[in-house]
């Protein structure tokens, strides 16, 4: 099983980005999904995760500028990052708790915010 994350780069304060990441190599179902980051020198925390159903929860510092959606049938979930802030710059990473497998984790995208 292999989470395929992409989508980051360097994008300059008050822009958009989105991120992406397929689960893919083997049959699976797929739990929640969600997206991680963690910034240099800190530890990694949670930004958003999606139920199954599109039940959704975010962390407070993003809640109203990022929006988290999945796609069942393409075994994919996405990142919808407005407004950004330097403070958002960090790597980012998927996971997906899937069903008898466990939690998986895609390989972290960065995204850079300049000020």
């Known amino acids: 099983v292999q989470l395929q994350a992409s989508g980051g780069g360097l994008v300059q304060a008050g822009g958009s980005l989105r991120l992406s990441c397929a689960v893919s190599g083997g049959i699976f179902s797929i739990n929640d999904m969600g997206w991680y980051r963690q910034a240099p020198g800190k530890q990694r925390e949670l930004v958003a995760s999606i139920t199954t159903s599109h039940s959704t929860n975010y962390a407070a510092s993003v809640k109203g500028r990022f929006t988290i959606s999945r796609d069942n049938a393409k075994n994919t979930v996405y990142l919808q990052m407005n407004s950004l802030k330097p403070e958002d710059t960090a790597v980012y990473y998927c996971?997906?708790?899937?069903?008898?497998?466990?939690?998986?984790w895609g390989q972290g995208t960065l995204v850079t915010v300049s000020s």
């Open positions: 996971h997906a708790d899937l069903r008898r497998l466990g939690n998986y």
